[in-house]
């Protein structure tokens, strides 16, 4: 999983624009690969990260260990609706490949904007349902949107200034931001 994905991770750190000191927000880390490489980039700042799965804080509890006893990293197993976090708290947050599992992706957007500090960018990465390729993953696990469904609830959580960026036909990043 951690290699499949490299690539559309650094394309996500990226549009992230992070800064030394900032603040960052991983929902949804897996084994903790992109974790430790946004530690690398905010250096003098701090990386938090969510995911639902115990599994998958385990691997990237061991994956990150010294950047946790650095206290450059901290884990939690949440659920993204329900973030244990205080309102405007970073001022980055990126999920990638996790919008699919989300029963109800406003829940879950809206916690996102409320844990951004105004200002802040969230890059959301994800298949389309455009691509051929996400008919073969079944209906039962994965749910997948169009680009115009992403902009659409985006917007609807109260998201401004949202620009999609088509990395390929099988990967879209799109940028918002929390302006108020």
């Not at 603040?23 to 690969?33: A, I, K, N, Q, S």
């Not at 799965?53 to 946790?68: F, G, K, P, V």
């Not at 409320?114 to 993953?137: I, K, M, N, Q, T």
Request: aromatic share 8%; with cysteine; proline share 6%.
């Amino acid at each position: 999983m951690a290699r499949e994905t490299a690539a559309q991770n650094a394309s996500v750190r990226q549009l992230l624009e992070l800064a030394p000191t900032g603040r960052v927000l991983e929902l949804g880390f897996g084994p903790g690969h992109n974790l430790a490489e946004l530690a690398r980039a905010v250096p003098e700042g701090a990386v938090a990260g969510v995911d639902h799965s115990e599994q998958m804080l385990n691997l990237a509890t061991s994956h990150c260990r010294a950047l946790i006893e650095r206290g450059l990293v901290s884990l939690a197993c949440a659920d993204s609706r329900q973030l244990p976090y205080p309102d405007g708290r970073f001022d980055k947050a990126l999920a990638v490949h996790t919008l699919y599992f989300w029963t109800d992706p406003l829940e879950h957007l809206g916690e996102v904007r409320r844990v951004l500090c105004p200002g802040g960018r969230f890059v959301l990465g994800f298949r389309p349902r455009e691509d051929p390729a996400s008919a073969s993953f079944p209906d039962s696990v994965y749910h997948f949107h169009t680009r115009g469904d992403v902009e659409r609830m985006l917007a609807a959580s109260g998201f401004e200034k949202v620009v999609v960026h088509a990395s390929s036909p099988s990967f879209m990043a799109v940028c918002a931001e929390r302006c108020s």
